[in-house]
């Protein structure tokens, strides 16, 4: 089974994704006019603008739930094994495909608050790439083809999220939680299963609550110990830098920049890690960009773009500084046995032969001996656990999307305990298997899913310029933007035809 998941990692996550994520992103970027870069301050705040209301979230919410689905095991884990297999310079290629994925995320959150619905059962606001490849093309002759489409989409991300992806946390949390404290990792899985339980039965509003409270704080703690750390080798800054981009471009620097330097694993190891980590083209970051409560799509759009900044260019980041900064890594070959890089030299061949929380543990305690092992261990409790969250979240709006039409009260609910059920599991049995094949299977999941949603946006990517071009006209007016996607040409957008006719309805009895 072990080589079989293996054998299927290497077809989905072949060097044809890697470039269509890559190129998807360049062409976004051209045909917004560099909108991530443009809108940088738009970008910043809008995520403190905007209330929640009873339906939908706030979009500082909304991001908190899109981060929390983001900063995971991947910002700290998953940069140890890009380092690892990809050279320093897998690094360089992370910031590039976050740079270039910020568009992309663009688009696909915006199209995500174009086509969403309002939950018939809870009044939730729900949306993501099933609905929105469904909904696009629903006036053509080719409805039928697309409603497969977003039936098959929202199938592979149920099993993704539900059954694939939480292992990877709860896995890292029980590996970090053991190095650090020596706790069993039948204790752990036992305490996730709880801990989950109670917060996914809560539904959105408890989920975008608590990942609200959690995500910015942990993060901003994690970023603060990293910048220490660095300040403290700030002699070594210079040398990272200068290493991570001469490794990137296959410049020679040394025996690490020369496996890194094969750009074909650096481009590979650094974009399969970025897109795991800030998601970009996955087609996650929709599902939370629908729940928000905002009068315009783009704005939620912008918002979900500086997601992707945040999760790559800080968190993943520092991640590395912290790991080059202190010579803790070294680089392997490809069948995980060969050093062919020693860093500084000051890397322990116990910790050389494990790369992913390790590492970054071994670089705190350069400061502070025994602070390391500890301080990581919460950091990745606290990301790995808001992660599953956030993927309970997007498995529980699929699921919805697919059981919807059965009309049946009953079928849903016996459907979300069922799913609630099997989340719990996944978490569990992750805590106490080994980790080659969890990544693996974490890869599959994250990798289908780019493939069916990158290629569905480079498709249905009208509307979400239609609505940058309408926002910014309206911004240049002075307004705050409201949309009406009649007015543009939109078809299929229901809920906001239905909720701009009830504004006006609403503004003509008072008038």
Known sequence: ?????????????????????????????????????????????????????????????????????????????????AIAFGGPGAVVWMWISALLGASTSYVESTLGQIFKEQDPKTGEYRGGPAFYIEKAYRHTKAKGLFKVYGMVFAFVTVMAMSFMLPGIQSNAISGAVTNAWNLPSWVTAIGLAVIMGFIVIGGVKRIAHFASLVVPFMAIIYILAAI??????????????????????????????????????????????????????????????AAAEVSHPTKQGLVQAGAIYIDTLLVCSATAFMILSTGMYKVFDADQTTIIGSGRGQLAEEIAATPGETWPQAGLDTMIPGLGASFIAISIFFFALTTIVAYYYMAETNLVYLLGRFKNKMVMVIGERVLQALILVAVAVGAISASGSAWALGDIGVGLMAWLNVIAILFLQQPAFKALRDYERQTKEGLDPVFDPQALSIRNADFWVHRLASLRTGADRKG
């Not at 060097?15 to 190129?23: E, F, I, K, Q, T």
């Not at 809008?46 to 939908?56: H, T, Y």
């Not at 290493?243 to 890194?260: I, N, R």
């Open 1 to 81: 089974m072990s080589a079989f998941i293996e054998w299927l990692n290497g077809i989905v996550w072949s060097s044809a994704l890697v470039y269509l994520c890559l190129g998807a992103g360049v062409y976004f970027t051209i045909r917004s006019r560099a909108v991530q870069f443009r809108q940088i301050k738009a970008i910043f705040v809008q995520m403190f603008r905007g209330k929640s209301s009873n339906e939908g979230v706030s979009s500082f919410q909304a991001l908190a739930m899109s981060l929390a689905g983001r900063v995971g095991v991947g910002n700290i884990a998953g940069v140890a094994t």
């Open 228 to 289: 220490v750390v660095s300040l403290v080798n700030a002699d070594q800054l210079l040398s990272v830098i200068e290493l991570v981009f001469k490794s990137a471009f296959g410049v020679d620097a040394g025996p690490e920049a020369a496996f890194g330097g094969i750009l074909g694993m650096a481009i590979q190891w650094g974009v399969q890690r970025g897109i795991y980590s800030n998601e970009a083209g996955q087609g996650t970051g929709p599902h939370a960009a």
